[in-house]
T-cell receptor, first 117, second 117 residues
Framework: GAGVSQSPRYKVTKRGQDVALRCDPI?????LYWYRQALGQGPEFLTY????????KSGLPNDRFSAERPEGSISTLTIQRTEQRDSAMYRC???????????????FGPGTRLTVT | AQSVAQPEDQVNVAEGNPLTVKCTYS??????LFWYVQYPNRGLQFLLK????DNLVKGSYGFEAEFNKSQTSFHLKKPSALVSDSALYFC????WGRGSTLGRLYFGRGTQLTVWP
């Protein structure tokens, strides 16, 4: 079946512009997660949702970052007034059930490579 | 606080030889432990997980991992390496129980495995 999809796969933007990154989880997956991965590092947690409710946003680096999942399916991660330090791979993942219900693994999408010039 | 250490940036092994990729972790409470593999230009792929029970966990593509509670380790192993196993491997941990931070996976920095013919 279809996996997690993300768009765009590559995004180049100028400093100060806003960007919106989209994630389409595996059909039927309840939970959706956003991570950021710098070169040479492992993914770093940003935020996650159960259905449409944002559960934990403590990983968002500052208030320029926000995420939503209004209908409990597709999610958008928005970065306002981008800065060069925001350049990274942004990865989305989904899991069948909420983490409170067990050890459900997270399935990752291909990522969006964001470059801020 | 949760954390993962992968002490080796690179592991090189000859095809047909056994391989080990090391991982140690720190977590409050009991851990769920995961291994993911990343191929170039692709997302992270789930390999295997430890929940509870048997210390030796079997996963995809002939990989297995050994959980050692006293050493807080979860090393990835394979009895006979293939050239196609060459990739970047990530160990990850999360706590189980209840709480809003349960969703986040903590990743190591990754270990580049190279299997030469």
């Amino acid at each position: 079946g279809a996996g997690v999809s993300q768009s765009p796969r590559y995004k180049v933007t100028k400093r100060g512009q806003d960007v919106a990154l989209r994630c389409d989880p595996i059909s039927g997956h309840v939970s959706l997660y956003w991570y950021r991965q710098a070169l040479g590092q492992g993914p770093e947690f940003l935020t996650y949702f159960n259905y449409e409710a944002q559960q934990d946003k403590s990983g968002l680096p500052n208030d320029r970052f926000s995420a939503e999942r209004p209908e409990g399916s597709i999610s958008t991660l928005t970065i306002q007034r981008t800065e060069q330090r925001d350049s990274a791979m942004y990865r989305c993942a989904s899991s069948l059930a909420p983490p409170s219900q067990g050890s459900y693994e997270q399935y990752f999408g291909p990522g969006t490579r964001l470059t801020v010039t | 606080a949760q954390s993962v250490a992968q002490p080796e940036d690179q592991v090189n092994v000859a095809e047909g030889n056994p391989l080990t990729v090391k991982c140690t972790y720190s977590v409050s409470g009991n851990p769920y432990l995961f291994w993911y593999v990343q191929y170039p230009n692709r997302g992270l792929q789930f390999l295997l997980k430890y929940i509870t029970g048997d210390n030796l966990v079997k996963g995809s593509y002939g990989f297995e991992a050994e959980f050692n509670k006293s050493q807080t380790s979860f090393h990835l192993k394979k009895p006979s390496a293939l050239v196609s196993d060459s990739a970047l491997y990530f160990c990850a941990v999360r706590a189980w129980g209840r709480g809003s931070t349960l969703g986040r996976l903590y990743f190591g920095r990754g270990t580049q495995l190279t299997v030469w013919p």
